[in-house]
C-alpha cells in the first residue's frame, strides 16, 4: 500500500476507541478494518494458526453500512461461538452487498489473550471515503 497511513491506525477518544483504515481497493479496505479490529482485541496473533472458517455475508444501504455489519459480524461470531478471525479473502463487494470468507480458530484464552472487550462497532463519526488513490474509513468501537 502506497502512502504514508499504514493499513491501520488507532484513533483516541474518552471512552472508546477507533480506528482510521486504509486500502487501495474498497475489497482491501474491509480485510485491513478487520485485521485492525482483531488486533485491537487479541493484540498481533498469528494468523498461521487457522484451522476453520466461516462464510459472512452482508447486505447494506451504503458502504459505511456494510462496513459497520462486516465488522460486527466478525465480533458475533467471537462472542457466540469462540471464534477467532485470522485471515480474511473477500468474494464479493458491491455498494448494496458483500461476502467474504474468514479463517480462523477456536478461541483458547491461552493461544489468543484478550486485551480488550470490544462490545460493538458504532456508527458515532463513521466515514468512508473513496480517495484519488485507494480507500479510506475511520470508526469507533463500543469497549
Known sequence: ?????????YLEHTADMGLEVAGDS??????????????MIFGEISEHAADRQEWITVEG???????????????????????????????????????ATVYGAAFDENRFPVLREVK????HRLAVKKMKRGWRA??????
Request: proline share 1%; hydrophobic share 50%; aromatic share 12%.
Open 1 to 9: 500500500m502506497k502512502g504514508s497511513l499504514k493499513k491501520f491506525r
Open 26 to 39: 474498497l475489497a482491501e479496505l474491509f480485510i485491513h478494518a478487520a485485521a485492525g479490529l482483531r488486533e
Open 61 to 99: 444501504e451504503d458502504v459505511e453500512e456494510l462496513l459497520v455489519g462486516w465488522l460486527n459480524e466478525l465480533l458475533f461470531l467471537f462472542e457466540t461461538r469462540g471464534f477467532v478471525p485470522l485471515t480474511f479473502r473477500m468474494e464479493r463487494i458491491g455498494i448494496g452487498d458483500m461476502s
Open 120 to 123: 460493538a462497532v458504532t456508527y
Open 138 to 143: 475511520s470508526l469507533y468501537v463500543d469497549l
